[in-house]
């Protein structure tokens, strides 16, 4: 494997949303009980799902304009923008 893998884990994740570091593969239980992985990940920090650790990774948060700019070809929408209370 790569430098970059760690027990099966990109050890360089970053989270372009909130800046977490830990991930986890998805489960779901199916209506028998019995659970399956999915082929998604979810960031531990902000539970943002995506398919690829590295690809995400390369994603760039632009807090000014308030939208993610992408360094790679991993596609994302933008952020909503906060309510006005």
Not at 14 to 31: D, E, F, I, S, W
Not at 45 to 66: G, Q, W, Y
Request: hydrophobic share 35%; aromatic share 14%.
């Amino acid at each position: 494997m790569s430098d970059g893998w760690k027990d099966g884990y990109w050890k360089l994740f970053a989270c372009p949303l909130c800046g977490g570091t830990k991930y986890v593969q998805v489960r779901v239980q199916r209506p028998s009980g019995h659970w399956y992985v999915t082929e998604f990940y979810e960031c531990l920090s902000c539970s943002v799902m995506f398919r690829d650790p590295i690809l995400f990774t390369k994603c760039e948060a632009d807090t000014a304009n308030d939208e993610l700019r992408l360094t790679s070809v991993y596609a994302l929408a933008p952020r909503r923008p906060p309510e006005e209370s």
